[in-house]
């Protein structure tokens, strides 16, 4: 019997049926591209939820600088500029947000120190820590200006 030969058992040659045998084959290759697809899937989820949550936060800053901007008058500016914010981002855990608010350039803490004058610039800075499994250290920050009026 020569080397190339073809195999016998029982008379099936089994070299030639192993090579046209397709059975199982799509399995073999999805259990190969499965665990590169499933990451890809999860990236794109995880990447969407850092997306809406930068664009909330976006959106916070942007309406808290316009109510600071239109506090002019107001006893309360910051206290009216903080609502503002958590309104417009009630699914973010704001507990965890660093707010800074500045009129021009003096900082904004509370209600009575916020100097509002017609013309100056209000600043709402906020920071967030995304709340991503695989990226540990990921922080979101955005800021927004108003005129004041």
Known sequence: MSENAPVKIH?????????????????????????????????????????????????????????????????????TASNAVIAAAPTLTLTSTNMTMTVGSSPCTKDSSCPLVAGQVATVQLTYPCNLLVISSCQLSTESAAVIQ
């Not at 999805?30 to 850092?50: E, Q």
């Open 11 to 79: 008379g099936i040659r089994l070299i030639p049926a192993l090579c046209r045998c397709q059975r199982g084959a799509a399995a073999v290759e999805f259990v190969l591209i499965a665990p590169l697809l499933i990451t890809m899937l999860l990236g794109i989820c995880f990447f969407g939820i850092a997306a809406n949550q930068y664009l909330l936060l976006s959106n916070a800053a942007a309406q808290g600088a316009q109510a600071l901007g239109n506090a002019l008058g107001l006893s309360t500016p910051y206290t």
